[in-house]
């Protein structure tokens, strides 16, 4: 056996047959020796790892965008505020936001310690028409001032719920070290971008010219006949 094929063996044992055989599907495996999967696994975990840098910048946005509208109806203790509180859905099953954010409001003793403690979701959550007549007619342009003046309340708070749940796919696959080769990646990170930009422009540029993920998005495996294939210099040059 090569060192090439001990390799490959000895990755497939360690991550799964199961698992590289989502990739070995994406680039036609023709042989032992052949790393074209192991290529685009490697390369997946690249972008999804430059993918958390902006992911998180968005999230820690978004969610202070949506604590500033709360403190702003609800007061400097939001997450304490019965009104609030009872507002939210209680659903048994699936995702309780009341749930989530007692529990987080029970075991922190400021705003800024609560925040970090809520699920992803719960921020989205809060951009649903729910939430229209007490907070977002009056705050979601403030809070998200970039917007297109000519979007109402309603569209603009449908797109950022949409983005954002596209968002939260996107992450939730990184976080489980799921494939995400399949995906847009170029239009998830405008996604990212646009979320941000949303509440400022400047943040929104600093973000984009603080990462890596544009590069890596850039430069992926290349289908060829249907398969994935990595292209010699002399072929790269042609694409070009």
């Excluded at 490697?42 to 992911?55: D, K, R």
Aim: proline share 6%; charged share 25%.
């Amino acid at each position: 056996m090569s060192t090439t094929e001990s390799i490959l063996d000895a990755a497939k044992h360690c991550l799964s047959p199961a698992r590289m055989g989502t990739y070995e599907n994406a680039t036609g495996l023709s042989g032992d020796s052949d790393t074209r999967a192991l290529a685009l696994y490697a390369w997946n975990a690249q972008v999804s790892a430059a993918l958390l840098a902006p992911l998180h910048i968005c999230e820690v946005v978004v969610r202070n965008a949506v604590s500033e509208a709360l403190q702003a109806v609800y007061g400097d203790r939001w997450p304490w505020e019965a009104t609030f509180v009872l507002s939210l859905p209680d659903p048994k099953r699936f995702y309780n936001p009341r749930r989530d954010l007692k529990g987080a409001a029970a075991m922190q003793l400021s705003i800024g310690k609560v925040i970090p403690e809520l699920k992803f979701v719960f921020w989205q959550e809060m951009l649903t028409y729910r939430h229209d007549v007490r907070l977002w007619d009056a705050h979601l342009k403030n809070v998200f001032p970039a917007h297109d003046p000519s979007h109402s309340v309603v569209t603009l708070r449908k797109r950022i719920y949409a983005d954002l749940e596209a968002v939260r796919r996107l992450r939730n696959r990184i976080a489980h070290h799921e494939p995400i080769f399949t995906r847009n990646l170029r239009e998830d990170l405008d996604k990212i971008a646009s979320l941000v930009e949303l509440r400022s422009p400047l943040v929104a540029s600093w973000m984009i010219a603080n990462q890596d993920a544009a590069s890596l998005i850039a430069t992926p495996p290349v289908f060829k006949g249907g398969t994935l294939w990595t292209p010699t210099d002399d072929e790269l040059a042609g694409l070009r």
